[in-house]
Protein backbone atom coordinates (compact mmCIF):
# COMPACT_ATOMS: atom_id res chain seq x y z
CA UNK A 1 0.00 0.00 0.00
CA UNK A 2 1.09 3.53 -1.10
CA UNK A 3 0.84 4.76 2.80
CA UNK A 4 0.47 8.48 1.62
CA UNK A 5 -0.41 11.53 4.06
CA UNK A 6 -1.81 13.45 0.67
CA UNK A 7 -2.91 13.16 -2.23
CA UNK A 8 -1.82 15.75 -5.34
CA UNK A 9 -3.91 16.36 -8.74
CA UNK A 10 -1.63 17.68 -11.00
CA UNK A 11 -2.91 19.28 -14.28
CA UNK A 12 -2.83 21.09 -17.40
CA UNK A 13 -3.98 24.15 -15.96
CA UNK A 14 -6.13 26.92 -17.93
CA UNK A 15 -6.70 30.67 -18.65
CA UNK A 16 -9.54 31.99 -16.41
CA UNK A 17 -9.89 35.29 -17.98
CA UNK A 18 -8.56 37.27 -21.19
CA UNK A 19 -5.75 38.86 -19.95
CA UNK A 20 -4.50 35.35 -19.11
CA UNK A 21 -5.10 33.61 -22.38
CA UNK A 22 -1.58 34.49 -24.33
CA UNK A 23 0.97 34.22 -20.88
CA UNK A 24 -0.75 30.69 -20.59
CA UNK A 25 -0.47 29.96 -23.97
CA UNK A 26 2.94 30.98 -24.28
CA UNK A 27 3.76 28.87 -20.80
CA UNK A 28 2.20 26.13 -23.03
CA UNK A 29 4.55 25.99 -25.55
CA UNK A 30 7.60 27.30 -24.49
CA UNK A 31 10.76 25.74 -26.44
CA UNK A 32 7.56 23.27 -28.54
CA UNK A 33 7.66 24.68 -31.91
CA UNK A 34 3.97 25.90 -32.55
CA UNK A 35 4.08 28.53 -35.02
CA UNK A 36 2.14 32.22 -34.24
CA UNK A 37 -0.46 31.75 -36.32
CA UNK A 38 -1.66 28.66 -34.56
CA UNK A 39 -1.30 30.02 -31.18
CA UNK A 40 -3.27 33.07 -32.04
CA UNK A 41 -6.03 30.96 -34.00
CA UNK A 42 -6.08 28.71 -30.21
CA UNK A 43 -6.36 32.40 -28.48
CA UNK A 44 -9.01 33.11 -30.47
CA UNK A 45 -10.79 29.52 -29.08
CA UNK A 46 -10.31 30.46 -25.65
CA UNK A 47 -11.17 34.28 -26.12
CA UNK A 48 -14.52 32.77 -27.67
CA UNK A 49 -15.33 32.11 -24.09
CA UNK A 50 -14.33 34.98 -22.50
CA UNK A 51 -10.93 34.35 -22.07
CA UNK A 52 -12.08 31.75 -19.18
CA UNK A 53 -10.81 27.62 -19.86
CA UNK A 54 -13.90 25.16 -17.98
CA UNK A 55 -10.31 22.76 -16.93
CA UNK A 56 -9.80 24.98 -13.13
CA UNK A 57 -13.23 24.69 -12.09
CA UNK A 58 -13.25 21.07 -13.53
CA UNK A 59 -10.47 20.42 -11.14
CA UNK A 60 -11.60 22.49 -8.42
CA UNK A 61 -14.98 20.01 -8.56
CA UNK A 62 -12.94 16.75 -8.86
CA UNK A 63 -10.78 18.19 -5.60
CA UNK A 64 -13.63 18.69 -3.52
CA UNK A 65 -15.13 15.13 -4.83
CA UNK A 66 -12.30 13.70 -3.98
CA UNK A 67 -12.14 15.01 -0.15
CA UNK A 68 -14.57 12.85 1.50
CA UNK A 69 -13.14 9.63 0.37
CA UNK A 70 -9.22 10.41 -0.26
CA UNK A 71 -8.68 9.82 3.46
CA UNK A 72 -5.96 12.49 3.47
CA UNK A 73 -5.71 15.68 2.70
CA UNK A 74 -6.27 16.55 -1.34
CA UNK A 75 -4.00 19.74 -3.04
CA UNK A 76 -4.44 20.58 -6.54
CA UNK A 77 -1.66 21.99 -8.50
CA UNK A 78 -0.68 22.78 -12.71
CA UNK A 79 1.54 22.66 -15.41
CA UNK A 80 0.75 25.92 -16.90
CA UNK A 81 -1.17 27.99 -14.81
CA UNK A 82 -2.39 29.24 -11.68
CA UNK A 83 -2.22 27.28 -9.16
CA UNK A 84 1.07 26.28 -10.43
CA UNK A 85 2.13 22.51 -9.15
CA UNK A 86 5.36 24.80 -7.48
CA UNK A 87 3.68 26.61 -5.38
CA UNK A 88 1.04 23.92 -4.22
CA UNK A 89 4.68 21.80 -3.31
CA UNK A 90 5.72 24.63 -1.14
CA UNK A 91 2.45 24.68 1.29
CA UNK A 92 2.27 20.82 1.23
CA UNK A 93 5.65 21.01 2.96
CA UNK A 94 4.82 23.98 5.53
CA UNK A 95 1.59 21.44 5.78
CA UNK A 96 4.31 19.52 7.01
CA UNK A 97 3.66 16.49 4.35
CA UNK A 98 6.29 13.84 3.83
CA UNK A 99 4.44 11.71 0.98
CA UNK A 100 2.01 12.65 -1.74
CA UNK A 101 0.12 10.34 -3.93
CA UNK A 102 -0.03 11.94 -7.35
CA UNK A 103 -2.57 12.01 -9.65
CA UNK A 104 -2.04 13.22 -13.27
CA UNK A 105 -5.18 14.22 -15.06
CA UNK A 106 -4.04 12.25 -17.71
CA UNK A 107 -5.33 8.33 -18.59
CA UNK A 108 -2.42 7.07 -21.20
CA UNK A 109 1.32 6.18 -21.82
CA UNK A 110 3.56 9.17 -24.21
CA UNK A 111 5.71 11.91 -23.63
CA UNK A 112 2.82 14.31 -23.54
CA UNK A 113 0.15 12.49 -21.14
CA UNK A 114 3.26 10.99 -19.15
CA UNK A 115 6.55 11.57 -19.24
CA UNK A 116 5.87 15.19 -19.21
CA UNK A 117 4.18 15.00 -15.79
CA UNK A 118 7.39 12.89 -14.16
CA UNK A 119 9.44 16.27 -15.42
CA UNK A 120 7.26 18.52 -13.54
CA UNK A 121 7.16 16.57 -10.49
CA UNK A 122 11.45 16.40 -10.56
CA UNK A 123 10.54 20.76 -11.53
CA UNK A 124 8.57 21.62 -8.36
CA UNK A 125 9.78 18.96 -5.76
CA UNK A 126 11.34 21.24 -3.32
CA UNK A 127 14.04 20.07 -0.69
CA UNK A 128 12.55 19.11 2.77
CA UNK A 129 9.37 18.70 1.43
CA UNK A 130 7.03 15.84 0.02
CA UNK A 131 8.03 12.39 -2.07
CA UNK A 132 5.67 13.06 -4.80
CA UNK A 133 4.82 8.93 -6.18
CA UNK A 134 3.02 9.40 -9.59
CA UNK A 135 0.44 7.22 -9.90
CA UNK A 136 -0.22 4.62 -12.62
CA UNK A 137 -1.84 5.01 -15.97
CA UNK A 138 -5.95 4.46 -15.29
CA UNK A 139 -7.15 4.05 -19.03
CA UNK A 140 -8.07 0.73 -18.15
CA UNK A 141 -9.32 0.72 -14.75
CA UNK A 142 -12.78 -0.21 -14.18
CA UNK A 143 -13.42 3.10 -12.54
CA UNK A 144 -12.86 4.75 -15.33
CA UNK A 145 -14.41 2.84 -17.90
CA UNK A 146 -17.53 2.25 -16.04
CA UNK A 147 -17.67 6.67 -16.35
CA UNK A 148 -16.58 6.53 -19.82
CA UNK A 149 -19.72 4.18 -20.38
CA UNK A 150 -22.08 5.52 -18.42
CA UNK A 151 -21.61 8.89 -19.97
CA UNK A 152 -21.59 7.52 -23.48
CA UNK A 153 -25.12 5.42 -22.64
CA UNK A 154 -26.12 8.87 -21.99
CA UNK A 155 -25.04 10.09 -24.98
CA UNK A 156 -27.13 7.07 -26.83
CA UNK A 157 -30.38 8.11 -25.05
CA UNK A 158 -29.93 11.92 -26.00
CA UNK A 159 -29.65 10.69 -29.46
CA UNK A 160 -32.74 8.51 -29.35
CA UNK A 161 -31.06 5.41 -31.58
CA UNK A 162 -28.99 2.73 -30.88
CA UNK A 163 -27.92 2.36 -34.99
CA UNK A 164 -25.12 4.93 -33.87
CA UNK A 165 -21.05 4.62 -34.03
CA UNK A 166 -19.06 4.90 -31.84
CA UNK A 167 -16.30 7.26 -32.51
CA UNK A 168 -13.80 7.62 -29.69
CA UNK A 169 -11.27 10.66 -29.85
CA UNK A 170 -7.83 11.92 -28.46
CA UNK A 171 -5.93 14.24 -28.83
CA UNK A 172 -3.27 14.07 -32.07
CA UNK A 173 0.39 13.60 -31.41
CA UNK A 174 3.05 13.80 -33.50
CA UNK A 175 4.26 10.49 -35.14
CA UNK A 176 7.64 10.31 -33.77
CA UNK A 177 6.07 10.37 -29.87
CA UNK A 178 3.48 8.04 -31.13
CA UNK A 179 6.44 5.80 -32.50
CA UNK A 180 8.31 6.29 -28.99
CA UNK A 181 5.60 6.18 -26.50
CA UNK A 182 6.19 3.22 -23.64
CA UNK A 183 8.74 0.77 -23.57
CA UNK A 184 8.17 -0.79 -26.87
CA UNK A 185 6.65 1.95 -28.48
CA UNK A 186 3.02 2.67 -29.81
CA UNK A 187 1.99 2.44 -26.68
CA UNK A 188 -0.16 5.84 -26.56
CA UNK A 189 -1.96 4.66 -29.60
CA UNK A 190 -2.48 0.83 -27.95
CA UNK A 191 -3.81 1.81 -24.27
CA UNK A 192 -6.70 4.08 -26.19
CA UNK A 193 -7.69 1.63 -28.58
CA UNK A 194 -7.89 -1.10 -25.63
CA UNK A 195 -10.35 1.57 -23.44
CA UNK A 196 -12.01 2.32 -26.71
CA UNK A 197 -12.58 -1.69 -26.81
CA UNK A 198 -13.35 -1.96 -23.08
CA UNK A 199 -16.03 1.04 -22.91
CA UNK A 200 -17.59 -0.80 -26.40
CA UNK A 201 -17.93 -4.14 -24.06
CA UNK A 202 -19.10 -2.79 -21.35
CA UNK A 203 -21.84 -1.08 -23.43
CA UNK A 204 -22.70 -4.42 -24.75
CA UNK A 205 -21.50 -3.77 -27.66
CA UNK A 206 -18.60 -6.37 -27.98
CA UNK A 207 -18.35 -7.18 -32.04
CA UNK A 208 -19.70 -3.78 -33.32
CA UNK A 209 -17.36 -1.96 -35.15
CA UNK A 210 -15.81 1.54 -33.54
CA UNK A 211 -13.23 4.07 -34.64
CA UNK A 212 -10.87 5.95 -32.98
CA UNK A 213 -9.88 9.38 -34.45
CA UNK A 214 -7.46 12.18 -33.87
CA UNK A 215 -8.35 16.02 -32.44
CA UNK A 216 -6.27 19.31 -31.52
CA UNK A 217 -3.52 19.01 -33.74
CA UNK A 218 -0.95 21.39 -32.95
CA UNK A 219 2.86 21.68 -34.44
CA UNK A 220 4.20 23.30 -37.42
CA UNK A 221 2.56 21.70 -40.50
CA UNK A 222 5.61 19.86 -41.87
CA UNK A 223 6.05 17.84 -38.98
CA UNK A 224 2.82 14.52 -39.46
CA UNK A 225 1.15 14.18 -36.26
CA UNK A 226 -1.70 11.08 -36.28
CA UNK A 227 -4.82 10.98 -38.53
CA UNK A 228 -7.37 10.75 -39.40
CA UNK A 229 -8.72 14.24 -37.94
CA UNK A 230 -12.02 13.89 -35.87
CA UNK A 231 -13.48 16.54 -38.75
CA UNK A 232 -12.31 14.83 -41.64
CA UNK A 233 -13.30 11.75 -40.51
CA UNK A 234 -16.89 13.01 -40.03
CA UNK A 235 -17.51 14.09 -43.48
CA UNK A 236 -16.64 10.33 -44.38
CA UNK A 237 -17.88 7.97 -41.95
CA UNK A 238 -20.54 5.31 -43.32
CA UNK A 239 -22.51 5.42 -40.46
CA UNK A 240 -26.32 6.63 -39.69
CA UNK A 241 -25.53 8.34 -36.41
CA UNK A 242 -22.25 9.57 -34.70
CA UNK A 243 -21.68 9.62 -30.84
CA UNK A 244 -18.60 10.80 -30.34
CA UNK A 245 -16.72 9.88 -27.31
CA UNK A 246 -13.33 11.83 -26.33
CA UNK A 247 -11.75 9.09 -24.70
CA UNK A 248 -8.43 10.73 -23.99
CA UNK A 249 -9.53 13.28 -21.82
CA UNK A 250 -10.57 13.27 -18.17
CA UNK A 251 -12.88 16.49 -17.95
CA UNK A 252 -14.94 18.35 -20.80
CA UNK A 253 -11.35 21.24 -20.92
CA UNK A 254 -11.48 23.66 -23.83
CA UNK A 255 -10.07 20.66 -26.27
CA UNK A 256 -13.30 19.31 -25.78
CA UNK A 257 -15.80 22.15 -25.61
CA UNK A 258 -14.13 23.84 -28.60
CA UNK A 259 -12.44 21.51 -31.02
CA UNK A 260 -15.95 19.06 -30.50
CA UNK A 261 -18.52 21.06 -29.24
CA UNK A 262 -17.49 23.72 -31.82
CA UNK A 263 -15.62 22.06 -34.93
CA UNK A 264 -16.61 19.06 -35.20
CA UNK A 265 -20.72 19.55 -34.29
CA UNK A 266 -20.23 22.34 -36.82
CA UNK A 267 -18.92 19.83 -39.67
CA UNK A 268 -21.72 17.21 -38.59
CA UNK A 269 -24.29 19.64 -39.57
CA UNK A 270 -23.35 20.59 -42.46
CA UNK A 271 -23.09 16.90 -43.47
CA UNK A 272 -26.32 15.94 -41.96
CA UNK A 273 -25.13 13.65 -39.99
CA UNK A 274 -27.17 13.23 -35.84
CA UNK A 275 -24.20 13.30 -33.43
CA UNK A 276 -24.35 13.21 -29.45
CA UNK A 277 -21.02 13.75 -27.97
CA UNK A 278 -20.41 12.17 -24.65
CA UNK A 279 -19.45 13.32 -21.09
CA UNK A 280 -15.44 12.48 -19.99
CA UNK A 281 -15.19 11.50 -16.06
CA UNK A 282 -15.14 14.82 -14.86
CA UNK A 283 -16.70 13.81 -11.37
CA UNK A 284 -18.32 10.70 -12.09
CA UNK A 285 -18.50 8.89 -8.64
CA UNK A 286 -17.07 5.70 -10.45
CA UNK A 287 -14.22 8.00 -11.63
CA UNK A 288 -13.69 9.47 -8.24
CA UNK A 289 -13.87 6.26 -6.33
CA UNK A 290 -11.01 4.68 -8.79
CA UNK A 291 -8.46 7.61 -7.23
CA UNK A 292 -9.14 6.62 -4.29
CA UNK A 293 -8.07 2.46 -5.61
CA UNK A 294 -5.18 3.59 -7.04
CA UNK A 295 -3.87 5.09 -3.88
CA UNK A 296 -4.65 1.51 -2.23
CA UNK A 297 -2.10 -0.27 -5.29
CA UNK A 298 1.46 -0.95 -4.52
CA UNK A 299 3.86 2.25 -5.02
CA UNK A 300 4.01 1.77 -8.87
CA UNK A 301 7.56 1.24 -10.29
CA UNK A 302 8.15 4.82 -11.89
CA UNK A 303 8.72 4.46 -15.97
CA UNK A 304 12.30 4.17 -17.87
CA UNK A 305 14.18 7.48 -18.47
CA UNK A 306 14.36 6.32 -21.83
CA UNK A 307 10.29 5.81 -22.08
CA UNK A 308 8.18 8.29 -23.89
CA UNK A 309 11.07 11.03 -24.56
CA UNK A 310 11.14 14.36 -25.31
CA UNK A 311 10.17 14.87 -29.10
CA UNK A 312 13.20 16.32 -30.99
CA UNK A 313 11.98 19.85 -31.56
CA UNK A 314 12.88 22.00 -35.26
CA UNK A 315 15.75 24.27 -33.78
CA UNK A 316 14.13 27.69 -33.53
CA UNK A 317 15.20 29.83 -36.60
CA UNK A 318 18.76 31.81 -36.29
CA UNK A 319 20.10 34.60 -38.53
CA UNK A 320 22.89 33.72 -40.48
C1 LIG B 1 -1.58 14.10 -25.48
C2 LIG B 1 -2.11 15.46 -25.07
C3 LIG B 1 -3.10 15.74 -24.14
C4 LIG B 1 -3.90 14.72 -23.35
C5 LIG B 1 -3.22 14.36 -22.07
C6 LIG B 1 -3.34 15.42 -20.98
O1 LIG B 1 -4.46 15.83 -20.68
O2 LIG B 1 -2.30 15.86 -20.45
C7 LIG B 1 -3.25 17.16 -24.07
C8 LIG B 1 -4.13 17.83 -23.21
C9 LIG B 1 -4.38 19.21 -23.18
N1 LIG B 1 -3.90 20.14 -24.06
C10 LIG B 1 -4.38 21.38 -23.68
C11 LIG B 1 -4.07 22.59 -24.31
C12 LIG B 1 -3.09 22.76 -25.28
N2 LIG B 1 -2.29 21.79 -25.85
C13 LIG B 1 -1.42 22.37 -26.77
C14 LIG B 1 -0.45 21.72 -27.53
C15 LIG B 1 -0.15 20.35 -27.52
N3 LIG B 1 -0.84 19.37 -26.85
C16 LIG B 1 -0.24 18.13 -27.07
C17 LIG B 1 -0.65 16.89 -26.55
C18 LIG B 1 -1.65 16.73 -25.59
N4 LIG B 1 -2.37 17.73 -24.96
C19 LIG B 1 0.89 18.37 -27.92
C20 LIG B 1 1.86 17.29 -28.40
C21 LIG B 1 0.93 19.75 -28.21
C22 LIG B 1 1.96 20.49 -29.06
C23 LIG B 1 2.91 21.26 -28.20
C24 LIG B 1 3.78 20.33 -27.39
O3 LIG B 1 4.56 19.61 -28.01
O4 LIG B 1 3.63 20.33 -26.16
C25 LIG B 1 -1.69 23.78 -26.78
C26 LIG B 1 -0.91 24.79 -27.62
C27 LIG B 1 -1.76 25.39 -28.66
C28 LIG B 1 -2.20 24.39 -29.71
O5 LIG B 1 -3.20 23.70 -29.48
O6 LIG B 1 -1.56 24.34 -30.73
C29 LIG B 1 -2.73 24.01 -25.87
C30 LIG B 1 -3.37 25.33 -25.53
C31 LIG B 1 -5.20 21.22 -22.52
C32 LIG B 1 -5.92 22.34 -21.74
C33 LIG B 1 -7.27 22.58 -22.31
C34 LIG B 1 -7.94 23.76 -21.64
O7 LIG B 1 -7.33 24.83 -21.49
O8 LIG B 1 -9.10 23.61 -21.25
C35 LIG B 1 -5.20 19.87 -22.21
C36 LIG B 1 -5.88 19.20 -21.05
FE1 LIG C 1 -2.54 19.72 -25.63
Redesign the pocket.
Known sequence: MGNYDALLVL?????EGPDDVMP??EN??RG???PRE??LE?AEH?QGFGGV???NQQNRDLVEALRPVAGVPVYWGNR?WHPFGEDTVRRMKDDGVRRAAVF?????A????CR??YEDIARISVEGGPELVKMRHFGDHPGFVEAMADHTRQALARLGRDDARLVFT?????VS?ARSAGPEGGL?EAQLRRSAELVNEALGRAGRPWDLVWQ?R??PPQVPWLEPDVCDHLRKVDAPAVVLVPI????D???VVYDLDTEARQVAEEVGLPMERAATPGTHPAFVRMVRSLMDEPEPVPCALTCCPA?VRPAPARHA
Not at 104 to 108: I, L
Not at 110 to 113: E, I, L, N, R, T
Not at 170 to 174: E, F, K, L
Not at 248 to 251: A, P
Open positions: SFGGPFLVVRGVRLVYSPINATSAFGYSSQYAHSIPMYSSGGFVSHMEP
